[in-house]
């Protein structure tokens, strides 16, 4: 994540021109699942991971085990079935991730539309994330960086109304088309 500038200044008639150095050398990647069920407080449930090989040609995201895990892990902590709304993430679609949820009856998935992160509720978990942890800030160090990061998901991790928020940003809403497994 890049951080964002909240207000910058310039004289009248000059475009301000903000340089962010390091652009392209990723080392964080956040994963968050946005939790509704209705009749429940909305919950948010994260994993960021440092990339510490990037440099040596490492991988620079998650893999597709690391999704895996994050799906057992969300599993285990609701305690109920899951139905994913994922963008189109290429490794969203990995043959063995998709070959996992097949064989498991806890999870049902559904791909959103290409280019619509208007629709993905995370995107503005993002967002709010940008403009209150990482706005106007330099950080000293990497170490600085997860920890603020950490920081401002477990401040949005237990304000449901954001989390909620995001959701009604997109225009979708909850449903129950089937019958729910207790």
Partial sequence: MTPPTARTWSRRGHTPVIRVRGRSQRRFSIAAPACYRQGELSRLIYRPKQHVNHRQGGRRSFTWTDYRDLLIATHRQLGAPIVLVWDNLNVHKDRRLREFIDTHDWITCYFLPSYAPDLNPVEGIWALL??????????????????????????????????DGCLAETGLTLTTSRQQRQ
């Fill in 130 to 163: 940008r403009r209150s942890s990482q706005a106007n800030t330099t950080f000293a160090s990497p170490e600085d960086l997860m920890s603020a990061l950490r920081h401002g998901l477990r401040q949005l991790q237990y304000r449901s109304s954001l989390i």
